[in-house]
Structures are given as structure tokens and as C-alpha cells.
């Protein structure tokens, strides 16, 4: 076994290992409550789409094109939103996601910005659409 590999497996946290391989939130939802694209400067490009029950972020999912570690932080988001309002969870912060995390390493602090920045716009459209709910028919993305 290479000294890399084992290297990877060593100087991640389990929290770090556990969301950057789990898988069960990678969904394309085609009717959201709320929908975020971002695409970084690295390429890496998160979908993020949420289902809503009243104020109450009920569900989460994505769409990712990037790297493990844009994964990591991605599930994390999710688990720090789920079951949270609206309102709340506009706290979520890349500092957070990465404190989380624990090893998530500094040269990619900007998959957790990434990630936050798909939330967020995530959130303003489910906050425009429950002032419209008309334009949710319209809310494609495909």
C-alpha cells in the first residue's frame, strides 16, 4: 500500500471520512422548494435543492461535480440544516462547516464557501418562490 493512500485514511477525522463518502443525500429533486447552483473557481460545481414543510427545512439533497472534498462539506450542510427553519439555517457558515469537519484541509477551505453558497441560494429561492408560489412551476433548472 502507498504511503498517499494510507496517508489520506491517517490524517482525516471520522467526521471528515463519514461525509465525504456518504452518498445517500446525492438526489436531483425536480420540483424544490428552493434551488442553488454555484460553481467555484476550482470547477467544482454543487446543485443544492430543498423540500420544505411550513417553515422547516424537511429535506435536503445535491448534484456535485467536484471533489471529495466538496462532498465532505456538502453533507455536512445538509446535516446542519435538516430539520431547521429557514431562518436558521442562514447561520450555517463555511467556518462551521469546516470546524465540523475537523480536517478538512485549509487549501480547500473554498469547498466549504462553495457549499455555503449554493445553501444560501438555496434559501433565497425558497423565500421568493413562498412570495410567489405561482413561479414554483417555472423554477426549472433543467
Do not use: G
Given at each position: 500500500m502507498s504511503t498517499e493512500v494510507s496517508d489520506f485514511w491517517?490524517?482525516?477525522s471520522d467526521k471528515f471520512l463519514?461525509?465525504?463518502?456518504m452518498n445517500d443525500k446525492n438526489e436531483i429533486i425536480k420540483t424544490p422548494d428552493g434551488y442553488g447552483k454555484k460553481e467555484g473557481d476550482c470547477g467544482?460545481?454543487?446543485?443544492l435543492f430543498i423540500i420544505t414543510r411550513g417553515d422547516i427545512i424537511e429535506t435536503a439533497s445535491y448534484h456535485i461535480n467536484g471533489c471529495i472534498n466538496t462532498v465532505a462539506c456538502t453533507n455536512t450542510l445538509i446535516d446542519m440544516v435538516e430539520g431547521k427553519t429557514?431562518?436558521?439555517a442562514w447561520d450555517v457558515t463555511p467556518e462551521a462547516v469546516a470546524e465540523y469537519l475537523e480536517t478538512l484541509p485549509e487549501n480547500h477551505f473554498h469547498c466549504a464557501e462553495l457549499a455555503v453558497g449554493a445553501l444560501y441560494l438555496a434559501l433565497a429561492n425558497a423565500e421568493a418562490l413562498r412570495r410567489d408560489p405561482w413561479k414554483k412551476a417555472y423554477n426549472s433548472h433543467y
Open positions: 491517517q490524517n482525516h463519514k461525509m465525504a463518502f467544482d460545481t454543487i446543485e429557514l431562518e436558521k
